[in-house]
């Protein structure tokens, strides 16, 4: 993850619950709450008309404005103004500003104001802020952020804030996203360049706004009466629907110290001199290389070996400091410290393949799909880099599920070093149909990455059970997966201690079964990251089989649910996103007591869709019932005009999942028969 491009993100900084408590109240006993100087745009917003809102809105935002002036010398002010006023107590959270700065980005002054419906003016300044790190991870890296709790932020109160940003930063470029989870009212931008200086804009999930001319080299966008976006289950990234406005800017005729970066070409060629000679081999690092690919009898094991040799030796470490957050520490740097970020990584192992004459393509990517903007050629869309290997014509590519077949470069492999858990062949599942940037001496593209059939991701249960005449229930599960849903059990299985392992098998148990409690697991391959990952369970469950008169009553889908509920409740409007494709099977064997028999069993069923199938299968001798199903996701995305039938598929494996098999007590049947006499 590097640091300059997840703060150019505008991702939302976010804290848990708990954290997020103590720092509020850290804030409301060190600040001194004065009587303000409320400026007048925000009494002016205040007294701004608006439109009926529906019941559930918490907040309004009644202005967002930002402005941004260009100096000759390419440093660049950003002011930002926002008032809200809150609704409902769920619209108290807007109170929190959080502001970020770096050694590229100071911060010129930030104020916070309210006004409550009793016309109380409270003001809290930079001073009251209480300052934290930007990561809850320990990495060295220079962005902190001030956070601000502003007074009276409840119900019937306006709010609002302004501070400036100062930077000079690497890239000429903005982002503003306009729209919002709650209504907007109103939203403007100002944009003030130097003379013989000119932008190029960018629409996204939007129509065009033009501009006002409102000086000489200044110009106006604004709009009003946004409407917000729900937020929805599996919906995709927010910037993928979002109305967002992107600008690139830089003098007519460039100089080297601003350069502009118009175009995917020109992207590439500025990240290519970026890492020129980082990615040089030394002899250390050569002499690795012959050490690891000693007895490799072709280019796909050689490729293999450096690979695991980067992603498991190398730790991940991240200093990004400046520019740092943009360019990889040199390869022998990485090598010699065994440290490094995502684009270190990716540096060294390119190095290292060089070295074996492999050739390779960083490839820069954001870990959220979809947030890349195509149209928008800029680098501050992407948070992570991996890398595609060139394979040798003639390379066997079968079982490798992240290979792409490029019209010039023939045969690449991704691979990404930093996801220790993932091995090669595979892509972590967020980068899987994600757009990513390859970059090349000669230029770059975009290129959408493969997506790995649902067989790739597979997760195979077998059970054994047993129910007796009390309707209780224990037995085994034998539980094998593959490729995306191995590597994050690996992930959290991997580190952890005997005793906290048996916590996470019996999480795993009861989401299998209600009410099942480990009595025994084994683990086998945990570190076989090339391989699959096996399970055993061993449980039991009281009263899994429910009486009924003289009946007994189970269901035959023992071992979890399928079926979501994500698209009940109020019409969706965004399309599904699913993590990944996946496969899962369940084959189920119950013995039933002797002095039993089956009296009803559920019907089969087998759906198919274009982005899922569903079948189950029950078959039964006297004491015995087989249970066999099958649960597939063929594609990562499900449209808006496929959503009703996308709930028609999941009510579909509900039915299924609430069927019974209903038995009858041998002893209770005959003595019926004796009175039915």
């Known amino acids: 993850m590097c640091k ?3 703060c150019a993100n505008w991702t939302r ?28 745009w925000l009494r002016q917003a205040r007294q701004a008309s608006l439109p009926t809102y529906p019941d559930d809105t918490d907040a309004i935002v009644l202005l967002d404005e930002r402005s941004i002036t260009v100096s000759p010398t390419g440093e660049v002010h950003t002011t930002y103004r926002k008032a809200y006023k809150v609704l409902r107590p769920d619209g108290r959270s807007r109170g929190t500003l959080s502001v970020y700065f770096d050694t590229e980005t100071q911060l010129a002054f930030m104020k916070a104001w309210s006004i409550t419906s009793d016309n109380e003016e409270y003001e809290v300044k930079e001073s009251d802020a209480i300052e934290t790190a930007a990561y809850a991870e320990g990495l060295y890296a220079d962005t902190r952020y001030k956070v601000l709790q502003i007074p009276a932020s409840r119900p019937g109160s306006v709010i609002g804030y302004e501070y400036q940003q100062r930077q000079r930063p690497f890239v000429m470029q903005a982002i503003w996203s306009f729209q919002d989870d ?22 996204r999930n939007s129509a065009v706004v033009k501009p006002l001319q409102s000086g000489e080299n200044r110009w106006t966008w604004q709009l009003s009466n946004i409407e917000p976006i729900r937020s929805e289950p599996d919906m995709p990234t927010w910037r993928s629907v979002a109305g967002e406005f992107e600008l690139s800017f830089a003098p007519k005729k460039p100089t080297s110290g601003n350069q502009g970066l118009t175009s995917w070409s020109q992207i590439a060629q500025w990240y290519m001199q970026l890492t020129r000679e980082r990615r040089d081999a030394t002899p250390a690092i050569r ?3 012959r050490e690891l690919n000693a007895g490799a009898n072709d280019s796909m094991e050689k490729i293999r070996r450096l690979g695991s040799y980067v992603q498991h030796s190398v730790r991940y ?10 360019q990889p520490h040199p390869a022998s740097d990485v090598f010699s410290a065994g440290y490094g970020d995502c684009k270190d990584k990716a540096t060294l192992l390119y190095a290292m393949l060089q070295e074996a004459g492999i050739d390779a393509y960083y490839v820069l990517i954001n870990s959220n799909r979809d947030y890349l903007s195509p149209e928008f050629p800029s680098p501050l869309g992407f948070n992570h880099v991996i890398l ?25 492999l991704f691979f990404d070093p930093t996801d220790d858990s993932t091995p090669m062949g595979y892509l972590p599942s967020s980068l899987q149909s994600n757009n990513g940037f390859l970059v090349t001496e000669s230029g770059g593209e975009i290129l959408t990455l493969p997506l790995a059939p649902p067989p790739a991701n597979r997760i195979l249960r077998l059970a054994n059970l047993t129910i007796d005449k009390l309707g209780n229930m224990k037995g085994t599960i034998d539980e094998v997966r593959t490729g995306p849903s191995a590597a994050a059990l690996r992930e959290s299985l991997v580190n952890q201690a005997s005793k906290s392992r048996q916590k996470i098998f019996q999480g ?19 570190k076989a990251f090339n391989g699959s990952l096996s399970i055993s369970y061993d449980f039991s469950a009281n009263t899994y089989a429910q009486r ?15 079926s979501r509920i994500l698209l009940e409740g109020k019409p969706r409007i965004q399309p599904v996103v699913f993590p990944t494709t996946v496969l899962e099977t369940d084959i189920v064997d119950i013995s039933l007591p002797e002095d039993f028999s089956i009296d009803e069993v559920p019907q089969n069923v087998s759906y198919d869709y274009p982005f899922g199938s569903y079948k189950s299968e029950i078959t039964t001798t006297e004491h015995n019932v087989h249970y066999a199903r099958t649960y597939e996701i063929k594609d990562v995305r499900v449209t808006s005009t496929t959503l009703e039938s996308l709930k028609r598929f999941f009510r579909e494996i509900a039915d299924d999942e609430q069927s019974y098999v209903i038995m009858k007590s041998k002893e209770t049947a005959y003595s019926s028969a004796l009175t039915s006499r």
């Open 182 to 203: 709650i209504p907007v009212r109103l939203a403007r931008l100002a944009l003030e360049l130097p003379p013989n200086w000119s932008y190029t804009p960018y629409w």
């Open 508 to 526: 795993l148990l009861s989401g299998l079964i209600d009410g099942a409690v480990l009595t025994g697991a084994r683990l086998s391959s945990l």
């Open 4 to 6: 300059t491009w997840c």
């Open 548 to 562: 009924a008169s003289n009946l007994f009553l189970f269901r035959t889908c023992v071992l979890g649910h399928k």
């Open 317 to 326: 470490v991240a200093i990004e400091i400046g520019i740092g957050g943009y």
């Open 13 to 40: 900084l976010r804290f848990t619950s708990a954290s997020l408590f103590t720092l509020v109240v850290m804030l409301f006993l060190s600040s001194s709450f004065a009587w303000a100087g409320t400026p007048d």
């Open 388 to 412: 595609a290997v060139r394979l040798p014509q003639g390379s066997d590519v079968a079982g490798n599920y992240a290979v792409l077949h490029h019209p010039n470069l023939g045969a690449l």
């Open 287 to 289: 002499d690795k290389v």
